[in-house]
């Protein structure tokens, strides 16, 4: 059964620094890229970071760059998200995904997804 749960969601102060994980199970995770992806109130969900499979190359969303790192520990099973200098507009319901392509078939996995609020 494949399983994708995240945690490290909760309220945060402006300027503050928060670590989301994505604890994986029920797939081959070294052989799939990691996303993160978010989605706050009435807004589409958008990508905010996404890692290779051997963690070799990231990517991140211009509106986060500079204050988000994407790893992965493939011995855990585990990707995580470290955002610092947070702002309101952070707010949103975090999720990642697991993906990829095989045989021109396309696998992904979603988490259930955490919620970040930043607010004083």
């Known amino acids: ?4 749960v995240e945690s490290g ?5 402006p300027g503050g620094p ?8 029920g797939f081959p995770f070294s052989s799939y890229a990691m996303s993160w992806y978010r989605q706050a109130p009435e807004k589409e969900r958008e990508l905010v970071a996404r890692i290779t499979s051997t963690g070799g190359s990231t990517n991140y969303a211009d509106s986060m760059k500079g204050r988000i790192t994407i790893s992965r520990d493939n011995a855990k099973n585990t990707v995580y ?10 707010t949103a319901v975090y999720y990642c995904k697991a993906s990829r392509v095989l045989w021109r078939q396309e696998y992904e996995y979603w988490g259930q997804g955490t919620q970040v609020t930043v607010s004083s």
């Open 9 to 13: 969601g909760g309220l945060v102060q």
């Open 18 to 25: 928060l670590r989301l994980s994505c604890a994986a199970s």
């Open 81 to 90: 998200l470290q955002m610092n200098s947070l702002r309101a507009e952070d």
């Open 1 to 4: 059964q494949v399983q994708l």
